[in-house]
């Protein structure tokens, strides 16, 4: 059984960092999707960055590009998310996720496995 955890979530004020982290275990297959998504309270689950086990990476927020990196340990099994620069509209509840397969996906439906989320709260 595949198991995420995630840590890393906090309160900031705008501008300031945050490095999300997402810890996973029980893999059984060798290629896999790690993406990130955040759900903001009365808003759908939406996809904002993924990386393959192949290590390439897609953005689907425009809004966090050149501020958010995602990044992977494979030694650790863990992925992160920095987050430079946020803004009181990051805040949110974030997610990681796992799916199988190369081909990453901003679809939250086509993920399998899920965190238990950590929250990030930026203020102005």
């Known amino acids: 059984q595949v198991q995420l955890v995630e840590s890393g979530g906090g309160s900031v004020q705008a501008g300031g960092s945050l490095r999300l982290s997402c810890a996973a275990s029980?893999?059984?297959?060798?290629?896999?999707?790690m993406g990130w998504f955040r759900q903001a309270p009365g808003k759908e689950r939406e996809g904002v960055v993924s990386i393959s086990s192949l290590g390439i990476s897609a953005y689907y927020d425009d809004s966090v590009k050149g501020r958010f990196t995602i990044s992977q340990d494979n030694a650790k099994n863990t992925v992160y998310l920095q987050m430079n620069s946020l803004k009181p509209e990051d805040t949110a509840m974030y997610y990681c996720a796992s799916k199988g397969g190369y081909i990453c996906s901003r679809d939250p439906s086509r993920y399998n496995y899920w965190g238990q989320g950590t929250q990030v709260t930026v203020s102005s």
């Open positions: 029980g893999y059984t297959y060798s290629s896999n999707c």
